[in-house]
């Protein structure tokens, strides 16, 4: 059997087209998402035939525990969605070392996305600094973008890390909230309201204390 050299590494001869299993095994072995492009790349096939595998892989793994997460052009496998409770319950036995704040913090998060630092302490009633810090230290959060108000703060919304650790395909899959917990889907915040100068100027700052507040 003859043999193809890449980066120094003897690579088999293809003797079929790349499949659904081709690329299962090759998520399987990558410890990080790969890219649509990225994973083409790897199996040597164009686009629109990676879409294809793609999609008969989401077919295959139908039903069992695991599930092909996708996340923006970001695919990984995970543990599906009907397996939260199981993986839920490690995190509960030690799995997740993080206190009460951080977990809280990641459920407005993931709720209201994306959300200011200023947003989540007003639904939270208590300084969001060191949850935030946790969150983005462990890659359940990243900022996203800049709400267009005065000082323009980030904006914070759940990774692929997130779907991962909690075992779910998508945030469609995140449960329904209940009781007063669902209150937090439908607050108005303050926090996150347009003020004044934004609403009725778009140009800058005509003091040296409003370039203060408005500058990054």
Known sequence: MSTEKRAGVALPERTHPATAADLEALLFVVDRPLTRKEAAKLLEVDRAAFDRLASELQSTLAGRGITLL??????QLTSGPEQARAVMAWIGTGGSDMTAAPLETLTVIAYRQPVTKAGIEEIRGVDADYALRVLLERGLVEEVDRLETAG?????????????????????????????????????????????VDATSDEGPTTPAGEGALAD
Request: glycine share 8%; hydrophobic share 35%.
């Open 70 to 75: 996708t996340h923006g052009d970001e695919l």
């Open 152 to 196: 323009r703060p980030h904006r914070y919304a759940t990774t692929m890390e997130f779907l991962r650790k909690f075992g779910l395909a998508s945030l469609g899959d995140l449960p329904p909230l209940e009781g007063d917990a669902a209150s937090i889907l439908s607050l108005q915040l303050s926090s996150e309201e347009p003020s004044p």
